[in-house]
């Protein structure tokens, strides 16, 4: 059963820069695609990036029109860490944000939440004016 264990939120100025973590207790096709979202109180996940952790290449990498630009999603094979970086934050990046996988392939999965059947427990991330 993989686990996925999200560190790295925290309380940040507007137009400052956090990077989250996201710890995966082994990368197999469980996690062929693995994805950042957040979800602030009364509304929907939002899916914000995915990668493929297994591709030697970033052709995977897609962001949601909201946070392209601003924030940037990697991995680290050998650490066994999928990283969310987020720069120029602003109040209404206020959210719990969640890392999660599945076995399918990203352009499959897409940004549903549905698709994702794997989920840690959630960074809280809060910005102030």
């Known amino acids: 059963q993989v686990r996925l264990v999200e560190s790295g939120g925290g309380s940040v100025q507007a137009v400052g820069s956090l990077r989250l973590s996201c710890a995966v207790s082994?990368?197999?096709?469980?996690?062929?695609?693995m994805a950042w979202f957040r979800q602030t109180v009364g509304q929907g996940r939002e899916g914000l990036a995915r990668i493929a952790p297994g591709d030697e290449g970033d052709g995977a990498i897609t962001y949601a029109a909201s946070v392209k630009d601003r924030f940037t999603i990697s991995r680290d094979r050998s650490k066994g860490i999928v990283y969310l970086q987020m720069n120029n934050l602003q109040p209404e990046d206020t959210s719990m944000y969640y890392c999660?996988?599945?076995?399918?392939?990203?352009?499959?999965?897409?940004?549903?939440?549905?698709?994702?059947?794997?989920w840690g427990q959630g960074t809280q991330v809060t910005v102030s004016s």
């Open positions: 082994e990368f197999s096709s469980s996690t062929k695609c």
């Open positions: 999660a996988a599945t076995g399918a392939l990203c352009w499959v999965a897409g940004f549903s939440q549905l698709n994702y059947p794997r």
